[in-house]
């Protein structure tokens, strides 16, 4: 079997493989504190849980933007899963083309979503991945990655409303009863989520109409399905993309 990783600032996924289809996958928050063996005793739990051992795993892939804890999971998978790393990074092939000015400025887990897309769906496409940062990602027909926009996430706009107000609560990212709030955790609520869903279709539109009107949006990250239950843009929701994408480069790299 196959274990994937995907270490992001917020979360990190991971997916355990049987062939081409994913057993079962987990979402975990990011804690930059963790040592190598809390993270590789947490990884046998989670194993362990779903009724499989390490003995089970032959090969581990991992995307990370967080480069501290690139090597602390490596050292977990080293002395808890007795695997070495597949590492997507410069050299490994991902069959994908990057466009950008300056490919090396590229986050691992976009062009691993951009290699997934490739051969899943195919493009024109547009991978909107709500996480951290909502970002869009350009995939063309040719499945090269062209680039994309960054805006900050839902999760970060609600925390600075929380700490740069004086009188604005946490709230919880939930369906308001309307548009317009009666009260001030609804308001909260309308403009969190509605205004991410018009950024979203705003973005959207204009993808489009440099990519052509063929384009496919693929929806993923933690929060895909809140905002895809809310706007009929996103195409496809696919939640565990950046891990089909490991699964993927894994294979090309045998």
């Known amino acids: 079997m196959l274990l994937t990783i995907d270490i992001g600032n917020t979360n990190i996924t991971l997916g355990l493989y049987r062939d081409q289809e994913l057993a079962v996958a987990w979402r975990l928050a990011t804690d930059h504190e963790r040592m190598q063996d809390e993270y590789g005793l947490q990884m046998l ?7 499989f051992n390490p003995e089970d795993v032959h090969g581990v892939a991992l995307a ?56 899943l769906y195919g493009g024109p496409a547009c991978v909107v991945d709500f996480g951290t940062a909502t970002t869009f990602d350009a995939i063309s027909a040719e499945g090269d990655y062209l680039g994309g926009a960054i805006a900050p996430g839902i999760g970060i706009a609600a925390e600075a409303l929380f700490q ?53 949006v693929i929806g993923t990250g933690g929060l895909a399905e809140v905002i895809a239950a809310e706007t009929e843009v996103i195409q496809i929701l696919a939640p565990w993309l950046t891990l089909e994408g490991l699964r993927i480069i894994w294979d090309m790299n045998q």
Request: glycine residues 12%; charged residues 20%; aromatic residues 6%.
């Open 45 to 51: 739990g989670l194993l362990r849980h779903a009724g």
């Open 64 to 119: 990370s933007v967080v480069p501290p804890l690139t090597g602390i999971f490596l050292q977990a998978c080293d002395n808890y899963i007795g695997q070495q790393v597949l590492v997507v990074d410069a050299g490994v092939k991902t069959g994908v083309c990057i466009r950008y000015e300056d490919p090396k400025a590229v986050g691992a887990d976009r062009v691993v979503d951009a290699a997934a897309v490739q051969h």
């Open 164 to 216: 740069r107000t004086a009188k604005l609560p946490r709230v919880e990212l939930a369906h308001p009863p309307s548009a317009i709030g009666r009260n001030t955790v609804h308001s909260m609520q309308s403009g969190l989520l509605f205004g991410y869903v018009g950024l979203v279709e705003g973005m959207v539109a204009r993808f489009r109409a440099e990519l052509g009107p063929e384009m496919k």
